[in-house]
């Protein structure tokens, strides 16, 4: 199933503590978003890739993608103050298609079985995202005190890619915007229209480059990889 992604690249450095988008800083000399573009540029299901981007940022990453000659990026958009809202512009300026996935362009290691999988999931359903389930025992509590013991084989760990009809994340994305609603995932906005989401279980590799123990993990995946590579 053919799909188009957008990848909203517009974030900050905050709680990786860096000076700079997290997305710039390097694995083995090579920035985090480049590892997630190749994903996509190698997947022959993928038909183009468009990338939300800070506008001072743009030509910097423009000049990476002609570079390492990621010939399936087709456009960009300004990013917003929000995630949601790079999301949005995005998906305002790209051309119509099939199935969307919206991913993080700080998760390079995303699976293309994975990724298959919820193309195909959502052409069939209208949406569908990767999760993982929870593997440690999950508690609630109140003023430092667990009041309860919650039943994980109920709880996954949602993560990225998610995949949806076009037209379908298109309504939702302008709906919120107009509600004024700002959901935690594009997910959460096809809810709202109560339309089912599927969950198409993903790896638990497929981490999130978010603090500075997640580069240290993103080594060792990146060494495993090689390492198999080359049995």
């Not at 190698?42 to 570079?67: G, H, S």
């Not at 430092?144 to 037209?167: C, H, K």
């Amino acid at each position: 199933m053919n799909y188009t992604v957008v990848l909203p690249a517009a974030g900050s450095g905050k709680r990786m503590k860096a000076d700079k988008n997290k997305l710039l800083l390097e694995l083995f000399g090579k920035p985090i978003f480049l590892y997630t573009l190749d994903v996509f540029q190698q997947d022959p299901n993928c038909d183009a890739i468009w990338l939300a981007v800070k506008e001072q940022e743009q030509e910097l990453i423009e000049d990476y993608v002609k570079r390492y000659n990621l010939t399936k990026v087709q456009g960009y958009a300004t990013g917003g103050v929000e995630r949601q809202d790079s999301v949005r512009a995005c998906l305002e300026v790209i051309p119509p298609c099939g199935v969307v996935l919206v991913h993080d362009a700080a998760r390079p290691f995303i699976d293309q079985k994975v990724i298959a999988q919820l193309a195909e999931t959502a052409q069939q359903s209208g949406a569908a995202i990767a999760a993982v389930p929870v593997k440690d025992t999950i508690k609630k509590a109140e003023n430092g005190v667990i009041t309860e013991t919650v039943d994980r084989n109920q709880l996954w760990m949602i993560q990225t890619p998610q995949a949806f009809r076009y037209s379908l994340i298109l309504e939702a994305a302008r709906i919120a915007h107009k509600d004024g609603f700002m959901g935690t995932d594009e997910a959460m906005l096809v809810e709202r229209l109560n339309q089912p989401v599927a969950i198409v279980e993903s790896t638990y590799e497929n981490i999130k480059m978010t603090t500075p123990d997640d580069l240290i993990y993103g080594k060792a995946i990146l060494e495993s990889r090689l390492q198999e590579e080359q049995k």
